[in-house]
């Protein structure tokens, strides 16, 4: 494992973040800078491979993968179709606009990813979900093409498939029990074939004045299993290293060409009663954004939605630590589906979607 300071091409400057030393621990080293694995080793050396992703998750809950096997030439295909579909007019992506099944069109101002900041995010998003693949939403974002929409969804199945091989790292170095699935643990829970809300989003935060202080995507953890994250040409997006110690400095997550991001979401930190780290993060203005648009890939891989967020039979996770976690209460009440659920309509104004979508 090694680590990276941002990409050489872009100064921290431009980042428009402070790297000023802190630490959110009297015990470790802050963390500046974000792990990056080499996936390689996942046919080599599982068992090494295993570990580097747990250490990382659990110091952080962000690291970058390389040599994971995603070609470029593919990923350079979705940008293409996503730059493709933002420039359609405002009217052509609102007649697929999102709803509670989460997949469609959301416009810009239309999310509020950090519920605790004023403003609306200045992004706006296309999300294609294991239901939607094949239908007309999909259709209208790849404008109608069927080769390009197959694409999507084999794109998608693929980091689906990734995104399983990683849960496989983590059932390995979690030492889940034989009896209980092995190395196979989550092959269960993250069936391809089973209703749940895992999602492609395509993202755009288009070119625009802004603040380098301001947020354009707010605050936020991700609420499923891990999210795989493509980011290309403008950075901005930063990491804050804990989340009890809201004061300590966000780390750049630079655009580093080949990588994908992975980060360990809400439900995974629930399942581990907070043994790796569901993050915060946000997309800050980037002065380049001035003349240039800013794309992103997300594909949040989710649990089946009848799955139940209570800890999984790892000797790693006991009992104390989910009587310290008494954060997480709420979500144990919940299966993976309803927690998406309730996260989503914190998130979305879903009435008024839904009235812009009865006018249409
Ligand atoms: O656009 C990005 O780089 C990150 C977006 C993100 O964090 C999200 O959609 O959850
Ligand atoms: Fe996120």
């Known amino acids: 494992m090694t680590t990276t300071e941002p990409h050489p091409s872009m100064g921290l400057d431009s980042l428009g973040v402070s790297t000023s030393a802190g630490s959110f621990s009297t015990e470790k080293e802050p963390i500046r800078s974000l792990p990056v694995i080499d996936f390689a080793h996942f046919r080599t050396n599982k068992e090494l491979c295993a570990q580097e992703i747990l250490q990382a998750s659990q110091d952080i809950g962000f690291f970058y993968l390389v040599n994971h096997g995603i070609s470029q030439?593919?990923?350079?295909?979705?940008f293409g179709y996503s730059t493709r579909y933002y420039t359609k007019p405002l009217s052509y992506k609102t007649a697929h606009i999102i709803g509670r099944e989460n997949y469609g069109y959301t416009g810009l101002q239309d999310e509020k990813l950090d519920l605790a900041h004023e403003e609306m995010d200045m992004k706006e998003c296309f999300n294609v979900t294991k239901r939607s693949i094949d239908d007309a939403s999909t259709k209208s974002f790849t404008l109608g093409d069927p080769a390009a929409q197959e694409k999507v969804g084999d794109f998608f199945k693929s980091l689906?498939?990734?995104?399983?091989?990683?849960?496989?790292?983590?059932?390995?170095?979690l030492k889940i029990p034989e009896g209980a699935g092995g190395q196979s643990y989550f092959d269960h829970s993250h069936k391809w074939e089973a209703p749940a809300f895992t999602t492609l989003r395509f993202l755009h935060y288009p070119q625009q004045k802004g603040d380098p202080r301001q947020p354009l995507a707010g605050s936020h953890s991700d609420y499923g299993t891990i999210t795989l994250?493509?980011?290309?040409?403008?950075?901005g997006l930063e990491v804050q290293a804990s989340r009890t110690h809201p004061d300590v400095p966000w780390v750049p997550a630079p655009v580093i060409?080949?990588?994908?991001?992975?980060n360990i979401a809400d439900h995974f930190q629930i399942w581990t009663n907070g043994l790796v780290k569901s993050t915060k993060h946000r997309v800050m203005y980037n002065p380049l954004q001035e003349?240039?648009?800013?794309y992103s890939i997300a594909c949040f891989m989710n649990a089946n939605n009848d799955i139940r967020l209570e800890p999984i039979p790892s000797p790693m996770i006991t009992q104390e630590m989910r009587d310290e976690a008494v954060e997480f209460e709420e979500g144990r009440n919940m299966t993976a589906g309803e927690y998406?659920?309730?996260r989503f309509a914190l998130t979305y104004k879903f009435d008024e979607l839904e009235k812009t979508q009865a006018k249409m």
């Open 73 to 78: 030439e593919l990923v350079d295909e979705m």
């Open 340 to 342: 998406m659920k309730w």
């Open 160 to 173: 689906h498939e990734l995104g399983l091989d990683i849960l496989r790292c983590f059932a390995i170095a």
């Open 291 to 294: 003349t240039s648009s800013r």
């Open 257 to 262: 060409p080949g990588a994908i991001l992975i």
């Open 229 to 235: 994250l493509f980011q290309k040409d403008i950075p």
